[in-house]
């Protein structure tokens, strides 16, 4: 059974920093892409960066140079260290490890939220 567990979510003032965490069991981390997607009220899903297996990243052009994304695959585990953060990055964080349409799975979501 794939499980994938966030944490490291929070209250945070603006300009602050948060590091996210997601835990993976269940899969064969090393061979799935990973992905940060987030949610704020009212509004849809949106990437917010990606891994790949290799360690490649790519980020959304309003996180860039705010956001990392890193994965420790001895650890199975994918971070989000976010920096400089803003109130509109306020929303539920998710990890998804993604290998294809069928075969990809989601955190149960950690909130943020950015204000002072």
């Known amino acids: 059974q794939v499980q994938l567990v966030e944490s490291g979510g929070g209250l945070v003032q603006p300009g602050g920093s948060l590091r996210l965490s997601c835990a993976a069991s269940g899969l064969i981390f090393s061979t799935y892409v990973m992905k940060w997607y987030r949610q704020a009220p009212g509004k849809e899903r949106e990437l917010v960066a990606i891994?790949?297996?290799?360690?490649?990243?790519n980020y959304a052009d309003s996180m860039k140079g705010r956001f990392t994304i890193s994965r420790d695959n001895a650890k199975n585990t994918v971070f989000l260290q976010m920096n400089n953060l803003k109130p509109e990055d306020t929303a539920v964080y998710y990890c998804?490890?993604?290998?294809?349409?069928?075969?990809?799975?989601w955190g149960q979501g950690t909130q943020v939220t950015v204000s002072s």
């Open positions: 998804n490890a993604f290998r294809d349409t069928v075969d990809n799975y």
């Open positions: 891994i790949g297996i290799y360690g490649s990243t």
